[in-house]
T-cell receptor, first 111, second 115 residues
Framework: GQQVMQIPQYQHVQEGEDFTTYCNSSTTLSNIQWYKQRPGGHPVFLIQLVKSGEVKKQKRLTFQFGEAKKNSSLHITATQTTDVGTYFCAGRSGGSYIPTFGRGTSLIVHP | DTEVTQTPKHLVMGMTNKKSLKCEQHMGHRAMYWYKQKAKKPPELMFVYSYEKLSINESVPSRFSPECPNSSLLNLHLHALQPEDSALYLC??????????????FGQGTRLTVV
């Protein structure tokens, strides 16, 4: 079945440093979504990427979808303590509307 | 209203108890989901309801019994659970199945402890 690998599992950064998490799929994805889960919270939708090579920005967050639609990344510029949480990618393949979640990357920002 | 509301927020139950988790959304979504999430793990899909009918059961033990009384409500009935079933149970909803470009809205979850 479809697998979505996400790395790294944890990332410690000093406030102001950049952060990147990567997702790779074993199959071509129809789209990929990104969610953020704060400690003690629930996943919250950030963005969806659909097109090959797509790049979307939300303030300090930049999301990319690979040309082959098998990989994606989330980059945060100049992290802040409010960025703390676990970032999950969730990819869909074929005609399925059920996403497969990556294992998540936990971001820890040190002030 | 873009909320998915789950009750209760916390639940402690014994292994012989019967309890139910409830989920409600008023966004007109026709796909509703139950996920189980253990600490430091991604959400793990349990059940999917599509137009109020169970469409996916990810080989979940029968001690978990889902129910979808109408398009806005989703329940998860619990009976004879084990301590290893302790987890955060998340409800989610999304637009009608078959619409690929759709996000999932998650509820705040029920943190379940089985003693």
């Amino acid at each position: 079945g479809q697998q979505v690998m996400q790395i790294p599992q944890y990332q410690h950064v000093q406030e102001g440093e950049d952060f990147t998490t990567y997702c790779n799929s074993s199959t071509t994805l129809s789209n990929i979504q990104w969610y953020k889960q704060r400690p003690g919270g629930h996943p919250v939708f950030l963005i969806q990427l659909v097109k090959s090579g797509e790049v979307k920005k939300q303030k300090r967050l930049t999301f990319q979808f690979g040309e082959a639609k098998k990989n994606s990344s989330l980059h945060i510029t100049a992290t802040q303590t409010t960025d703390v949480g676990t970032y999950f990618c969730a990819g869909r393949s074929g005609g399925s509307y059920i996403p497969t979640f990556g294992r998540g990357t936990s971001l820890i920002v040190h002030p | 209203d873009t909320e998915v509301t789950q009750t209760p927020k916390h639940l402690v139950m014994g292994m012989t108890n019967k309890k139910s988790l409830k989920c409600e959304q008023h966004m007109g979504h026709r796909a509703m989901y139950w996920y189980k999430q253990k600490a430091k793990k991604p959400p793990e899909l349990m059940f999917v309801y599509s137009y109020e009918k169970l469409s996916i059961n990810e080989s979940v033990p029968s001690r978990f019994s889902p129910e979808c009384p109408n398009s806005s409500l989703l329940n998860l009935h619990l009976h004879a659970l084990q301590p290893e079933d302790s987890a955060l149970y998340l409800c989610a909803s999304s637009q009608a199945p078959g619409v690929l470009d759709t996000e999932a809205f998650f509820g705040q979850g029920t943190r379940l402890t089985v003693v």
